[in-house]
């Protein structure tokens, strides 16, 4: 049967949508390719007409999803510092963010994935971050972007990995509440 144009991208793009969500719910490494294929209605015999291994779909995702990341994260910076800052930190270091990994970003779900891969995803992952940072420091800072990444992403892991909604809460309100402060007393 042959297909209308433009149906392989089509699905390679839906596979990337829905894989990702798969992945940064449940892990890369723990989600095999049938499952994979399987959230776009596929057999795990038609991955390799998508992807020439499981590290080349990971490398696809994150770029993806990585980039929808980058675009929350430096939206509507000609809003006045303050008023972006408070944004952003309120949707990335939301409970919402916490509790629905699958719709968030890829950098706390997948970070330990990705060091567990090869240098291939390794170098593309280091220089997609390079990027967001890259954005962030254009309004606040070379260090400061770097030091906001960090504790944004720390702040999501653990408030992920404790074990009332109160105590995880409230690791996010403090991380808001410091990177606030001292990204604009930089300023």
């Known amino acids: 049967m042959r297909y209308a144009a ?20 449940n892990g890369f490494a723990t989600t095999g390719v049938d499952s994979l294929m399987e959230t776009v209605g596929l057999t795990g015999g038609a991955f390799y007409s998508h992807f020439s291994s499981k590290s080349d779909l990971l490398e696809a995702i994150l770029a993806r999803e990585l980039n929808l990341t980058r675009e929350m994260l430096t939206s509507k910076q000609d809003l006045p510092l303050e008023q972006w800052l408070s944004e952003t930190l309120n949707r990335y270091l939301s409970f919402e963010h916490v509790k629905h990994p699958e719709t968030g970003c890829p950098i706390p ?56 909604d109160a105590s995880g809460k409230k690791v996010l309100a403090s991380s808001r509440n410091f990177l606030k402060k001292a990204l604009l007393k930089n300023k």
């Open 6 to 25: 433009g149906h392989k991208e089509a699905t390679r793009a839906r596979l990337l949508s829905a894989g990702g969500a798969v992945i940064k719910k």
């Open 109 to 164: 779900a997948l970070s330990t994935e990705v060091a567990r891969s090869d240098k291939a995803v390794k170098r593309a992952y280091e220089a997609m971050l390079g990027e967001i940072k890259n954005r962030l420091a254009k309004r606040i800072g070379q260090d400061a972007a770097w030091a906001a990444i960090a504790q944004c992403v720390g702040a999501v892991v653990i408030a992920r990995a404790m074990a009332s």
